[in-house]
């Protein structure tokens, strides 16, 4: 192995490990915890190294982001693969969703409350986030209904969602009703 290639396989290793310390705070404290002082200080690194990989928070938040859109399309897939029958793929398909939103609440908030510098619904979209809305579309696209356009559909959907996960995180939303919410939800919305 080349110095050239070691010294890119640190880098590569540095990235990842303020990546995961960034989102491990976040989820244990809420990202107003997260600042590079305190990233350089859990990793050991002074801050201008975290500067050489990230120009700030705001990327860092992104990189979070589009680590937690992968994950959530693994997340969602997984669930929908395991279901027979389109309404029962969308079912499968909310509870993922919400259970990924509630276990995950830093990547969730950096994937969709925070300001990551990432383009959403544009050509300049990064690959993960195409591929977690394309999870999402898989499943229902077929529940659309007749001359509805699945991906306005699966916008819908996904708003709908992201209410419920949003709001039952912030207790506006009794947590004991989020099966029928579910339910209602796919009852309403999935045309099989």
């Known amino acids: 192995m080349s110095v050239q290639e070691r010294k890119q396989r640190e880098r590569v290793g540095r990235e990842r490990l303020i990546v995961a310390t ?3 705070l976040a989820e244990q404290q809420g990202w107003d915890a997260v600042t590079t002082r305190r990233l350089a200080e859990r990793i050991e690194y002074s801050q201008p190294v975290l500067y050489s990989h990230f120009r700030g928070k705001r990327e860092i938040i992104g990189a979070v982001a589009l680590e937690g859109a992968a994950e959530m399309a693994v997340a969602v897939r997984a669930a929908t693969s395991a279901a027979d029958g389109p309404r029962e793929r969308v079912t499968a398909l909310a509870r993922a969703y919400l259970d990924f939103a509630a276990s995950n609440p830093g990547a969730y908030d950096a ?4 300001d990551g510098g990432l383009a959403f619904a544009r050509e ?6 195409k591929d977690a809305f394309a999870a999402l579309l898989e499943s229902l696209g077929e529940v659309a209904g007749d001359g509805i356009d699945p991906g306005l559909f699966t916008e819908l959907f996904w708003a709908c969602l992201h209410g419920l996960a949003t709001l039952t995180r912030a207790g506006r939303l009794p947590p004991e009703y989020a099966e029928q919410r579910v339910k209602l939800l796919v009852d309403r919305l ?3």
């Open 111 to 114: 994937m969709f409350q925070l």
């Open 124 to 129: 300049n979209t990064p690959e993960p986030l």
């Open 190 to 192: 999935a045309v099989v």
């Open 22 to 24: 960034a989102r491990e």
